[in-house]
């Protein structure tokens, strides 16, 4: 059975950093996409970044030059940096894996995390 469980969410203030990880249990981690999406109240989940099992990176520009992506297979972890937090980042974070989708809508991956909560103060 896969798991994704992410930690590393909490409280932080405009202009702060948080480090998300996720980290995943059966299936073959270094063979899948690791992707973060995020869903704020109200709104539809969205994507956020993903990383290929070959570090091909993708970013919604929303976030460009402020998040970073990353992963680390020996410890079936992926990871999103996450500076220059804004207020507007507020949302639950969540991580998905799949075999090919490095860049799609939610419903392109197979796998998810239950989520992390992500506050950015004013």
């Known amino acids: 059975q896969v798991h994704l469980v992410e930690s590393g969410g909490g409280l932080v203030q405009a202009g702060g950093s948080l480090t998300l990880a996720c980290t995943a249990s059966g299936l073959t981690f270094s063979k899948h996409v690791v992707a973060w999406f995020r869903q704020a109240p109200g709104k539809e989940r969205e994507f956020v970044a993903a990383?290929?099992?070959?570090?091909?990176?993708q970013y919604e520009d929303f976030v460009k030059g402020r998040f970073t992506v990353s992963r680390d297979n020996a410890k079936n972890t992926g990871y999103l940096q996450m500076s220059s937090l804004k207020p507007e980042d507020t949302a639950v974070y969540y991580c998905a894996a799949d075999l090919y989708s490095l860049y799609g809508p939610a419903s392109a991956y197979e796998y998810w995390g239950q989520g992390t909560q992500v506050t950015v103060s004013s």
């Open positions: 990383i290929s099992w070959s570090d091909s990176v």
